[in-house]
């Protein structure tokens, strides 16, 4: 009577009071749990009254009406949670389940959910964990040529996250060879996507996808944080750092070992939580977490967090805008695949921080505003009053660079983009007739976490990766 999932749905019931079938179709499931004895109620509800008619003859069928309440229901938003004990959704995307438990108006709390999606598990899996959920099993089906997980959660409390690879990876037993063949079929997809990435010429992407296909298969293994280091610094040296700068390996903890890297611009309160939650060991990032010489360390600073959670932090910062391949690298990249070929690239200091480039073919300012603006995914960007209009070599230093324009000038340039221009530079500039294009600090550095993910993954395909959800810019605008 019921196909393989639902009967594993059916098996993963804890018996102990009322379950709600949550579009129940043609009740089915209502059906055989009354008629084999695994509850004495059940209410099925739909969101259609034509699934609920279909549920009515089966019911009536099976002479069980008195043991099944039948619900015309959106979700859960017209069901009577009293004495309900376990939750079945079967046969939704995994969006649609999460959005349906979002909305349920009694509390959670003690019901066993029994989840079945047929699309998106990833994020009904990352939803349930971000919630305060527990994931007690995950059980791969397979019914015909089709493949199915069933996830059993309940409600505790612990408000965690996982990583995009954590949520495709799922929460299958290691001996459950139906989740194996799940994993190797999201590898086979995975690849897939990494493929046509590369034909479209976006390698960070692609190398990412293929990296998670790897982990997919043979899952995650853990690396020495100090070998991490030693390949970074062999990348982006950390002898090229200025003077003022702390870059290189700035906290440690008592294990060398991780298996998870969360990078991020800036190591703050919020993006050490997210460590935490996601279970990474090291986080990287582009700003120095200590700068300054430390007093005294503050419960309530990154620093202190870091050490009490035991996360190693790397901080690669002058050195990665100075190297090749670095920050400044990344947006010569990316106006070169808006703009085609340069006619010159050199370095803008000696010592290699920022660079020119030659267009061969001279842009107006308002066209490379355009382009800048989707380079760094901005809504706007602030620019001299008095420049150049017609720009054809242009300087480019990120983050706070504005000091920088004299030498641009000086080096024949019509134009410097940077970010965090201060008021006096903007004055010296216009009476210069010197253009300026300020993109922002954060977003003339952040986009350069892509480019690290890749240089890591490439090297390390089997740690787990991820650009950290909360390295976005410090401030709102209104």
């Known amino acids: 009577m019921l196909d393989n999932r639902l009967k594993m749905c059916a098996y993963m019931i804890s018996g102990k009071g009322i379950v709600c079938d949550v579009g129940t179709d043609h009740a089915l499931l209502a059906a055989y749990l009354i008629t084999n004895g695994k509850c004495e109620k059940v209410i099925a509800s739909d969101i259609n009254e034509g699934p609920l008619e279909s549920a009515r003859k089966t019911v009536e069928k099976h002479g069980i009406s008195a043991n099944v309440d039948l619900v015309l229901s959106d979700g859960l938003k017209d069901v009577n949670g009293a004495g309900v004990t376990d939750i079945v959704i079967a046969g939704m995307g995994g969006e649609t389940i999460a959005k349906i438990l979002s909305e349920c108006p009694f509390e959670l709390d003690g019901i066993r959910l029994i989840l079945q999606s047929m699309t998106k598990t990833d994020v009904l899996r990352k939803w ?9 099993s995950e059980n791969g089906i397979e019914d015909g040529n089709k493949l199915y997980s069933v996830i059993t959660a309940t409600f505790d409390k612990l408000y965690d996250d996982l990583t995009e690879f954590q949520s495709l990876y799922g929460f299958f037993r290691n001996d459950d060879e139906i989740g194996r063949k799940i994993r190797q079929k999201e590898a086979e997809r995975l690849l897939k996507v990494s493929k046509s990435l ?17 982990r997919m298969v043979e899952g ?33 903890s008592d294990s060398d070992q991780c298996s998870k890297i969360l990078l991020t611009l800036d190591i703050t309160n919020t993006s050490v939580d997210e460590a935490v939650y996601k279970k990474a060991n090291l986080i990287i990032s582009h700003h120095p977490v200590i700068f300054n010489p430390l007093k005294k360390i503050q419960a309530d600073t990154p620093v ?10 790397i901080c690669m910062h002058t050195n990665l805008d100075i190297a090749e391949g670095g920050t400044n690298t990344v947006i010569v990249r990316k106006i070169a695949e808006k703009l085609g070929i340069f006619a010159n690239i050199e370095p803008l200091e000696e010592n290699g921080l920022g660079c020119i480039i030659e267009l061969e073919n001279a842009v107006d300012c308002d066209c490379l505003s355009e382009i800048l603006k989707d380079i760094f995914s901005i809504d706007r960007v602030k620019m001299s009053m008095y420049g150049e209009y017609i720009i054809s070599k242009i300087a480019i230093c990120s983050g706070s660079g504005g000091s920088l324009w004299k030498l641009a000038k000086a080096k024949g340039c019509d134009a410097l983009i940077t970010g965090d221009v201060k008021h006096d530079v903007w004055v010296d500039a216009n009476n210069s007739k010197f253009t300026i294009i300020d993109c922002g600090h954060f977003h003339t550095e952040n986009l350069v976490l892509w480019e690290l993910r890749r240089v890591l993954e490439e090297k390390f395909p089997m740690i787990d990766v991820e650009i950290s959800e909360s390295s976005v810019d410090p401030c709102e605008y209104y």
């Open 220 to 252: 995650s293994k853990t690396v020495c944080i100090s070998d991490v280091y030693s390949y970074l610094d062999e990348k982006y040296p950390v002898s090229l750092q200025e003077s003022w700068d702390n870059s290189g390996y700035i906290v440690e």
């Open 128 to 136: 349930l964990i971000c919630n305060g959920f527990n994931i007690m």
């Open 198 to 214: 590369k034909k479209a010429d976006k390698e960070n992407e692609a190398v990412h996808y293929a990296a998670m296909a790897n």
């Open 304 to 313: 202190y967090k870091l050490v009490r959670s035991g996360i190693s932090a």
